[in-house]
């Protein structure tokens, strides 16, 4: 399995010199700032938690250029203790950035489940969230992923099976095939 050290060498290896960004762990809290002349964007992932760190990676995946010279993409994030209505809107600007999460925790041989980020919600049923997040992973599939989401799952299921004949648009179909059965 793969390590956090390493997750950061290999997308500094892939984005550092190409997008001027470079991925670090061990922040409090998750952040994105962009680049400034002496310094490349940094994407900050929370503690040493891979899964953090993918979910971080695939906000930057799908950031445009613009979004990319903001603070946090120039996105509202309210913290935990979201009612239903801030809970749904939260989920709604979610659902891309954790299916491109989903195929990386795919390619690298780990299961996924959606975050709904909100622990004072303890009853609450994510379960048309999930469904959205899938339905946008088999959106992905039968349209294309973004560049960069491209590229980096590309490089993960090529890291993990460095041997294996098959593309990764034939990898995830199966595997989106196995997860909706």
Same mark, same amino acid.
């Given at each position: 399995?793969?390590?956090?050290? *390493?997750?950061? &060498? #290999?997308?500094?290896?892939?984005?550092?010199?190409? !997008?001027?960004? @470079? %991925?670090?762990?061990?922040?409090?809290?998750?952040?994105?700032?962009?680049?400034?002349?002496?310094?490349?964007?940094?994407?900050?992932?929370?503690?040493?938690?891979?899964?953090?760190?993918?979910?971080?990676?695939?906000?930057?995946?799908?950031?445009?250029?613009?979004?990319?010279?903001?603070?946090?993409?120039?996105?509202?994030?309210?913290?935990?203790?979201?009612?239903?209505?801030?809970?749904?809107?939260? *989920?709604?600007? &979610? #659902?891309?950035?954790?299916?491109?999460?989903?195929? !990386?925790?795919? @390619? %690298?041989?780990?299961?996924?489940?959606?975050?709904?980020?909100?622990?004072?919600?303890?009853?609450?049923?994510?379960?048309?969230?999930?469904?959205?997040?899938?339905?946008?992973?088999?959106?992905?599939?039968?349209?294309?992923?973004?560049?960069?989401?491209?590229?980096?799952?590309?490089?993960?299921?090529?890291?993990?099976?460095?041997?294996?004949?098959?593309?990764?648009?034939?990898?995830?179909?199966?595997?989106?095939?196995?997860?909706?059965?």
């Amino acid at each position: 399995m793969i390590g956090v050290k *390493e997750l950061i &060498e #290999i997308f500094d290896r892939q984005f550092l010199a190409t !997008f001027n960004t @470079c %991925l670090i762990g061990g922040a409090e809290e998750p952040l994105y700032t962009p680049a400034e002349p002496d310094q490349p964007a940094r994407i900050y992932f929370r503690e040493d938690y891979l899964s953090s760190a993918l979910h971080e990676i695939s906000h930057w995946c799908i950031a445009g250029d613009k979004r990319r010279q903001l603070e946090d993409y120039g996105y509202w994030y309210t913290p935990d203790s979201r009612n239903i209505e801030t809970q749904k809107e939260f *989920e709604s600007v &979610e #659902i891309k950035p954790q299916a491109i999460e989903c195929i !990386f925790h795919w @390619c %690298l041989g780990l299961s996924f489940r959606v975050s709904v980020d909100n622990l004072s919600l303890p009853e609450y049923n994510a379960e048309q969230f999930k469904k959205n997040v899938m339905g946008q992973v088999g959106s992905y599939l039968c349209g294309s992923l973004p560049e960069r989401a491209q590229i980096f799952s590309t490089f993960l299921l090529k890291r993990r099976y460095p041997d294996l004949d098959l593309e990764l648009s034939e990898f995830l179909k199966q595997k989106y095939e196995n997860y909706c059965r």
